[in-house]
């Protein structure tokens, strides 16, 4: 399929025009020791998405660092202690999401020559979470769905467009390297082509039909492949109470679903609640962290076969 490219995308780079010419003779790591000043220079990304996508444009080439990584919980709700600051000050690039994602940034000092937004050429089209509730996201401690809906890359015309930031960033870095780096980008653009194009070709089988989703982080997912869906706030690993059955009960009478969309795998006693209620489980994971096991393209290819059990007839 033909794939739309953003119109202003090097205008995303003004911010990093300088980032080519950091050079720093001594550099922290995540534990806070010096690391080769030789080496290859170091990349820092927010999330997973956009780590897999720097991994898949520089490989060797670059240093790749995912601190939120390290731990169980939702990047996006990641705070850095005083040494992943210094790794983050250290760092010859740091990929942001943008969209309000890691909300750290707006209190921590990091020199502006080497963050790079991606996506900042589609701020446009950034749409409200439409959730102001604030509570308790797992081992994430309580935090608010209120705001700019962040899950950007869930539309992979966008998650495209945040790949071609990373790559025309690497580029400005390793200029040397740019035949390497167009080459890579061309094949990751291919993988991010098909997924767009599969789950479009899902989302028109679906039609029209009401959908539920465990959490409300497929906003621009169900916008671009025309999902009419609705959220609750739920975890995948909590199973509802009364009080959570009954509002979704009040929810199904205006938005009568027969599928529950979930971000992970479901308690099977959740399953078995909504299921009383005619819903069955699907799982659509937006793998903003490192999955146990495979990868991001990975993931998001079993997203789209588990999607295609709403569409069979």
Request: some cysteine.
């Amino acid at each position: 399929m033909k794939t739309i490219r953003s119109p202003h995308l090097n205008l995303l780079f003004c911010l990093a025009a300088s980032a080519a010419a950091i050079s720093c003779s001594k550099s922290t790591d995540e534990s806070g020791t010096t690391a080769d000043a030789d080496g290859p220079p170091v990349v820092q990304a927010v999330n997973y998405p956009l780590a897999y996508f720097a991994q898949r444009l520089g490989g060797d080439l670059i240093d790749l660092r995912f601190l939120p990584g390290e731990t169980d919980g939702d990047p996006a709700f990641w705070e850095p202690g005083e040494k992943d600051v210094i790794a983050l000050q250290a760092a010859d690039l740091i990929l942001l999401n943008g969209a309000t994602y890691a909300k750290w940034r707006d209190k921590t000092s990091l020199p502006e020559s080497i963050l790079v937004d991606t996506s900042a050429t589609f701020q446009g089209e950034f749409m409200e979470s439409g959730f102001t509730v604030t509570h308790s996201h797992g081992k994430d401690g309580m935090h608010s769905h209120g705001g700019t809906a962040f899950t950007t890359w869930m539309d992979f015309q966008q998650a495209l467009w945040q790949a071609e930031a990373i790559r025309d960033a690497l580029v400005q870095l390793l200029p040397d390297q740019k035949a390497t780096i167009e080459t890579n980008f061309e094949a990751l653009a291919k993988d991010l082509d098909t997924l767009h194009a599969e789950f479009k070709s899902i989302g028109e089988a679906i039609g029209n039909q009401p959908l539920m989703a465990s959490h409300p982080v497929y906003q621009y997912f169900a916008r671009r492949y025309g999902l009419n869906l609705k959220p609750v706030l739920w975890e995948p690993e909590v199973v509802p109470d009364d009080a959570a059955i009954e509002d979704l009960k009040g929810k199904l009478k205006d938005h009568p679903a027969k599928w529950m969309i979930w971000e992970g795998d479901p308690a099977p006693e959740s399953v078995e609640k909504i299921k009383a209620l005619g819903l069955g489980s699907v799982v659509v994971d937006p793998c903003g962290n490192r999955p146990d096991s495979g990868d991001w393209l990975s993931v998001m290819k079993r997203d789209a076969e588990n999607l295609k059990a709403i569409a069979a007839p």
